[in-house]
């Protein structure tokens, strides 16, 4: 992935046509090394091909796929189980904020107004 994410910098960088030695050359900017074999077989594969071009035929493929939608199973299960209980109310006395109130550690008999 990170000769993948090189290649892409500098092709966003304006090189049209990165080569090994490009690619290293990031790399070792960030202090990663350079896995041969690895890059060898990136610029094979992308070898005669625009960035643009794999872009558009990867969104293609992407566009086929079908994902599951996993909130629907739950609440398909949640359903037939009709006699479950129902979600307690809460109190009267709990704050508005609920839980977030306390996020930054103050609660509301704390207070900032230190002017009275």
């Given at each position: 992935m990170r000769h993948v994410a090189a290649y892409l910098l500098l092709v966003l960088g304006g090189n049209a046509a990165p080569t090994a030695d490009d690619v290293k050359g990031v790399l070792a900017a960030a202090d990663i090394e350079a896995d041969q074999a690895q890059l060898d077989r990136l610029l094979?594969?992308?070898?005669?091909?625009?960035v643009d071009e794999i872009i558009e035929a990867g969104?293609?493929?992407?566009?086929?796929?079908?994902?599951?939608?996993?909130?629907?199973?739950?609440?398909?299960?949640?359903?037939?189980?009709?006699?479950?209980?129902?979600?307690?109310?809460?109190?009267?006395s709990s704050s508005a904020g609920g839980a977030a109130a306390d996020l930054f550690g103050g609660s509301d008999s704390d207070s900032d107004d230190s002017s009275s």
């Open positions: 094979a594969s992308l070898e005669g091909k625009s969104k293609a493929k992407l566009a086929k796929m079908t994902v599951a939608a996993g909130p629907a199973a739950g609440a398909g299960a949640a359903a037939a189980a009709g006699d479950a209980p129902a979600a307690a109310e809460p109190s009267s």
